[in-house]
Nanobody, 113 residues
Framework: VQLQAFGGGLVQAGGFLRVSCAASGTTFSRYAVAWFRQAPGKQRKLVARASSTGVTYYTDSVRGRFTLSRDNAENTVYLQMNSLKPEDTAVYYC????????WGQGTQVTVSS
């Protein structure tokens, strides 16, 4: 199984990005999936998750600004990030909620103030 996250970049505070994560070697739709992020010097943390039936949950820090969606036909999950803040700067990863698969490289999101 491989998870490839992409779409990150440098954006100014208040801007938006959409990051994507394509899964291969598994049928991602079977799983509850999540986006995680790891800021420099900090542990990786879950920020958004979705059940296999589409029920979503967001941490307080991103609720109302981030939206997780999934395209089961494309075996891909997305994270739309709006109203970005400098504290959103991190490497973003996707995986199952329990981190079942090898972590990919993630995608770097940098928000400048």
């Amino acid at each position: 199984v491989q998870l490839q996250a992409f779409g990150g970049g440098l954006v100014q505070a208040g801007g938006f990005l959409r990051v994507s994560c394509a899964a291969s070697g598994t049928t991602f739709s079977r799983y509850a999936v999540a986006w995680f992020r790891q800021a420099p010097g900090k542990q990786r943390k879950l920020v958004a998750r979705a059940s296999s039936t589409g029920v979503t949950y967001y941490t307080d820090s991103v609720r109302g600004r981030f939206t997780l969606s999934r395209d089961n036909a494309e075996n891909t999950v997305y994270l739309q990030m709006n109203s970005l803040k400098p504290e959103d700067t991190a490497v973003y990863y996707c995986n199952t909620v329990t981190g079942s698969f090898p972590w990919g490289q993630g995608t770097q999101v940098t928000v400048s103030s």
